[in-house]
């Protein structure tokens, strides 16, 4: 029914795009959404974040509409269950309608969006707007003593500030792709191997079981650290298709 997403499946590919959000809400995007998402814009207290959920959830959908053929009124964004807890409330993203196998991941920075969708059972993106970094985060127990000497090793505060985004990214598009969220996840035992460009081989260990993710960067923005978790093997081994804001 869907021939990309046979293709997509059969490459083991996956497909991310970005956006920038706009300032206030759209009435084009809020048509778009569910009522739980309409509801949670509304209790947000600051326009520019809601404006910037309402706008990634929308371009989502319109996102799934262009690969699919079909219209983003058409797609129906859902969760499924946390694999953690087995709560209904905070599981990972999943595509509702059109029923079709694909793993989709979201995140929103400082007025950006970022979506994800993939071949496979999980995928994970997670984008972070660069700033400065504050010293006691280098030394932060989110750090494994790797990663805290790999940071600590170089040369200037721009450089220690870019590698700490990287290792944050990279730990939290695995743990977004697991679907236990960073709550789940000592993250001070995820080690990211900074040192390494990528990409690199992420094992996550939650309640005695471990799993293997393909972890890499992504260069959408100069002033972005994203980075995309897929499970490592066969399944998700295709090209990541980039597609920058139109």
């Known amino acids: 029914m869907f021939p990309e997403v046979d293709r997509l499946i059969a490459r083991g590919e996956a ?10 809400v759209d009435p084009a995007d809020l048509r778009l959404l569910a009522t739980g998402e309409f509801r949670r814009a509304l209790g947000m207290l600051s326009e520019r974040d809601a404006a910037e959920f309402v706008h990634t959830r929308a371009g989502a959908r ?3 509409g262009r690969l699919l053929g079909t219209t983003a ?3 129906d964004l ?7 807890c087995g709560s209904d409330g905070h599981g990972p993203p999943q595509v509702l309608r059109p029923a079709v196998p694909l793993a989709i ?7 950006w969006g970022v979506f994800a969708v993939g071949a496979g059972t ?8 660069l700033r400065p970094v504050r010293e006691a985060l280098l030394s932060d127990t989110v750090l494994t003593t790797a990663e805290r000497g790999h940071l600590r090793a170089l040369g200037t505060d721009t450089e220690r500030q870019r590698a700490f985004h990287k290792v944050w990214t990279r730990k939290e598009a695995v743990v977004k792709a697991v679907g236990v969220g960073l709550a789940g996840t000592e993250l001070g035992r995820l080690e990211t191997l900074p040192e390494r460009t990528g990409p690199v081989r992420v094992t996550h260990v939650a309640d005695g079981r471990a799993t ?7 260069r959408l923005s100069d002033r972005l650290a994203v980075a995309l978790a897929r499970p490592a093997g066969p399944a998700a081994r295709g090209a990541v298709h980039l597609h920058p804001p139109v």
């Open 78 to 84: 859902g969760r499924r269950r946390c694999p953690g």
């Open 122 to 129: 999980a995928i994970g993106v997670d984008a972070e707007a």
């Open 62 to 64: 319109r996102a799934l």
């Open 73 to 75: 009124a058409d797609v």
């Open 212 to 218: 293997a993710w393909t972890v890499q960067d992504l």
């Open 105 to 111: 991941s979201l995140s929103r920075t400082a007025g």
């Open 15 to 24: 497909h991310v795009w970005w956006w920038r959000s706009p300032g206030r």
